[in-house]
């Protein structure tokens, strides 16, 4: 059987793995983007693709050069280039001397035939699809619990009493949910991780400002891709609600699109009244919720020459004019020196804190977390 | 007599004042950073204490700049502010009601949107350094024309002739063409100018609202060229705080004062460790796939300040 790896995008690789496994393949765990990601990612990526393709790019060499000879990943929908990057990668990988092969997964509410065919593929147990659907409803399970616990590291952190307690915790408990298997062990694993992240002892008056995040999904999901940004906010007491988590994007692309997928589109058609590819849509409508809910301010998060998010950016400044809302965008790139966006994020938290204390007082903590 | 310090590393310049509770000015400092901070700050203090008259006592220290986490360690400064806050507060001591901040130092460049007196939208060039003050002094010194005259070149100009400013590199190269199809010294450096406006305005200043008063300050300020084309582009004047390129270290100056008067002491050390040995050392932590450049930063034998690091891991000094 083949080797079989996957790109990397934030902590969903412990489901992934799970899942590759349980159908019978060997798996090869993509690496955490680093330096040599970034290093092989720039050699062999054309120059002016996206800082995804060359992540994806450094990280499947990294990965082939630990044996992997199959790639599995998602396609894109929409007029975005990343439509075509498992394509596009298959065939750098080719003709630097990995012979490779690459499953793209289509949409399957779009493309249903083609996706047994590639679910069949990776069986390599030869599964029941009975047997297969288990196996999915585990990993749905352990896809769940790490985005909801992240989600809770996210309105904690800005609370912490002790600086990093937050992330500390939070390495440790993603351990618990990696080692559980059946699906009583991941829900306890769950539950338990949620717990030790909500004991982590907080200063339940301080007052925190609460930011939206809009974007790009891969700069959204993959923290080494946006230098950390969620953290560093947290650190700087800012509570960030980010609006795409892998458990959300999936869903809307499998079975139906949600009623939360819904209304952003409606509150985007003002302004963008159809799908412009990537996620343009989405971070205008985002954006247009976080103001109606009375968040703080908006970041948006992009790949330096993504199409989408650029005419995103535009309409940004008028969405931020008419809902009076602080929006500022990060384009990211191959660059690592994370001081000129510290200088960015910590002015936008003073101008945030400052058009806060004229408006009123800054609210304590919500409800129950 | 009771002080405040300010002081601002950039990239280009370093930048030291110290302001009276009267916010006068009691000494102020622009010198060359040459890619040595340390070095920059530790004379640019022994300096300004010489320039100071007897019996200032400093009550509070700020630090802003790209430098103001290092700056800060070695004075010990009250508040370690970012360049954008500095300058808007220091846009805002001398002309109260300001709606705009332009400011264009050495390789950053910026604009401040306020409103009411407080922040309310800025913008920092992103992934292009066309149009700041590192290129003018690049393209002066290939003219051979000292710095200091670009300015009034420029405005005796009759006929500006287009640059491109998109990016420096197409900037030069169409300098060079014009200049040697003859086109006259005076009117290229003109066109310069306002090329490096067109690029601000489309670039940082890109969906703005740029509304009157507007403050210009930072090195380029001092470009009597460049204020004249942003006259000529805004149709708006433009006004330049006498300070101009010190701001962003008045600016750190009252955001000491007002961080000191809340916790009522300074952890400020004093002039006297512009006597003492800094050195920095920089390693590769190999904790992770991460490996973060950890750079420190060391007082006589005694680490005081670590940066580079993703996690907390190198935090306790």
Same mark, same amino acid.
């Given at each position: 059987m083949p080797k079989v790896t996957f790109p990397r995008m934030g902590e969903s690789w412990r489901t992934f793995k799970m899942l590759m496994n349980d159908l019978g393949n060997e798996v090869v765990v993509p690496p955490r983007p680093n330096k040599r990601t970034l290093d092989y990612g720039v050699r062999y !990526?054309?120059?002016?693709?996206?800082l995804p393709l060359k992540i994806l790019m450094g990280t499947y060499v990294e990965t082939c050069l630990e044996g992997a000879e199959l790639i599995v990943t998602s396609g894109g929908s929409g007029p975005c280039r990343a439509g075509l990057y498992g394509q596009l990668h298959k065939k750098i990988l080719n003709s630097i001397g990995f012979p490779v092969d690459i499953i793209v997964f289509e949409a399957p509410k779009n493309h249903p035939i083609d996706f047994l065919r590639k679910v069949n593929r990776l069986n390599a147990s030869r599964l029941s699809y009975r047997a297969i659907w288990e196996c999915i409803k585990r990993g749905w399970e352990k896809l769940k619990y790490l985005d909801d616990v992240e989600k809770l590291t996210h309105v904690v952190r800005p609370r912490e009493?002790?600086?990093?307690a937050t992330t500390r915790v939070y390495r440790r408990v993603l351990e618990w949910i990696d080692i559980a298997y059946t699906m009583s062990e991941i829900k306890e694993a769950g539950e338990a991780a949620l717990q030790a992240i909500r004991s982590?002892?907080?200063? !339940?008056?301080r007052k925190v400002l609460k930011v939206g995040i809009v974007g790009e999904i891969y700069v959204l999901l993959e923290p080494a891709s946006n230098l950390e940004i969620e953290e560093t906010l947290g650190i700087l007491g800012v509570e960030v609600h980010r609006s795409m988590f892998l458990t959300g994007w999936t869903q809307d692309n499998t079975v139906k699109e949600t009623s939360e997928t819904l209304s952003v589109k409606d509150a985007a058609a003002p302004y963008i009244?159809?799908?412009?590819?990537?996620?343009g849509q989405e971070s205008v409508g985002h954006t247009v919720l976080y103001a109606k809910e009375g968040y703080d301010g908006v970041i948006q998060l992009a790949p330096f020459t993504c199409i989408p998010e650029i005419v995103a950016r535009t309409i940004l400044n008028r969405v931020s004019r008419v809902h009076n809302i602080p929006v500022l965008t990060f384009f990211l790139d191959?660059?690592?020196?994370?001081a000129g966006m510290t200088t960015r994020l910590e002015a936008f938290v003073d101008l945030m804190r400052r058009k806060k204390s004229q408006a009123g007082a800054l609210h304590a903590r919500p409800e129950v977390v | 007599m009771t002080a405040y310090l300010g002081i601002d590393v950039g990239s280009v310049s370093t930048n030291i004042v110290v302001i009276n509770q009267a916010r006068e000015i009691l000494a102020a400092l622009y010198i060359r950073t040459r890619g040595r901070p340390i070095e920059a700050i530790l004379s640019g203090l022994s300096e300004t204490a010489g320039l100071l008259p007897p019996g200032?006592?400093?009550a509070g220290a700020g630090s802003t700049g790209s430098g103001r986490y290092l700056a800060g360690v070695m004075v010990g400064a009250d508040v370690i502010k970012n360049e954008i806050t500095a300058h808007a507060v220091a846009a805002s001591m001398y002309?109260?009601?300001?709606q705009t901040v332009i400011e264009i130092g050495g390789q950053d460049s910026k604009i401040i949107i306020m409103r009411n007196g407080i922040v309310t939208d800025f913008a920092m060039n992103t992934v292009c350094a066309a149009g700041t003050g590192s290129f003018l002094d690049q393209q002066a010194s290939r003219l051979n024309i000292p710095i200091a005259d670009f300015g009034e070149m420029a405005l005796s100009s009759s006929a500006p002739v287009r640059i491109a400013g998109r990016c420096t590199v197409f900037a030069e190269s169409d300098m060079i063409h014009k200049q040697q199809m003859g086109h006259k010294l005076s009117d290229i450096i003109n066109g310069l100018c306002e090329a490096l406006v067109r690029n601000y305005l489309n670039?940082?200043?890109?969906?703005k609202e740029i509304l009157a008063p507007v403050v210009f300050q930072g090195?380029?300020?001092?470009?009597a060229g460049i204020k004249a084309a942003f006259e000529r582009a805004l149709k708006l004047p433009i006004i330049i705080p006498k300070q101009f390129s010190v701001m962003g270290a008045i600016g750190a100056a009252q955001l000491a004062r007002e961080e000191v008067e809340k916790t009522g002491r300074t952890n400020f050390k004093g002039f006297?460790?512009?006597g003492l040995p800094y050195r920095t050392s920089s390693f590769e932590c190999g904790?992770?796939?991460?490996n973060c450049e950890i750079a420190e930063i060391y007082e006589e034998d005694r680490v005081i300040g670590r940066w580079g690091a993703r996690c907390q891991r190198w935090d306790v000094m």
């Open positions: !990526a054309p120059e002016f693709a996206c009493l002790e600086k990093g982590v002892p907080q200063d !339940a008056e009244p159809l799908c412009i590819g990537g996620h191959e660059q690592t020196g994370k | 200032v006592e400093i002309v109260p009601d300001v670039n940082v200043g890109k969906g090195g380029v300020a001092a470009n006297k460790i512009a904790g992770c796939p991460n």
